[in-house]
């Protein structure tokens, strides 16, 4: 628990899209980081993905790209799994949905489980190189699934009174 409350303010740079005048979106921005680049994206969105690069130079950036976004989506599962305390912060001042109305528990079962070892998959993935660590694999599949189980936890409590979805939230352009 924080030890300042969140204000109304901070209510909105929580839950809400980034305006100009409202820079901060902490959940809709890790969802899109999350979901960056993956099929389910252009399933939801209706679109199509980017043309298959060429020219070396193309390649190599597209590459870069790629990683970038691999790296960006561990840490925002990551991020997302200590938000809704399946593995809480061990951060002094860390927010997390339990500061927010209509925060709910994430109910404990085979969903609870699954993402905590996300959880080490991605704290093992970010923090040290690792070889035949035996974690749970990171692939496409495993970032769709942590992000439809956080979001459908977060849609059900602290969003369930708000109007709109967090995934609503994260897919609205700025």
């Keep these: 628990m924080l030890a300042t409350p969140l204000t109304a303010q901070d209510f909105q740079d929580w839950l809400y899209r980034s305006t ?33 690069p060429t020219t070396p130079e193309q390649i190599t950036r597209r590459r870069c790209e790629t990683d970038a976004i691999w790296e960006g989506r561990i840490s925002a599962l990551r991020w997302l799994i200590e938000f809704v305390r399946i593995k809480p912060s061990t951060w002094p001042d860390s927010c997390s949905a339990e500061d927010f109305a209509d925060f709910a528990a994430f109910p404990s079962g085979s969903d609870a489980v699954y993402l905590a070892d996300l959880w080490t998959s991605c704290t093992k993935a970010t923090s040290h190189s690792t070889h035949n660590s035996g974690h749970t694999p990171l692939d496409n599949a495993a970032f769709d699934q942590g992000r439809e189980l956080i979001c459908a936890h977060l849609n059900a409590t602290i969003y369930k009174n708000t109007g709109t979805s967090v995934e609503e939230e994260a897919l609205l352009p700025s």
Excluded: C, G, M
């Design 20 to 52: 100009p005048t409202k820079p901060a979106s902490h959940l809709p921005h890790r969802i899109r980081v999350l979901w960056a680049n993956l099929a389910s994206l252009d399933q939801r969105l209706h679109s199509v993905p980017e043309p298959t």
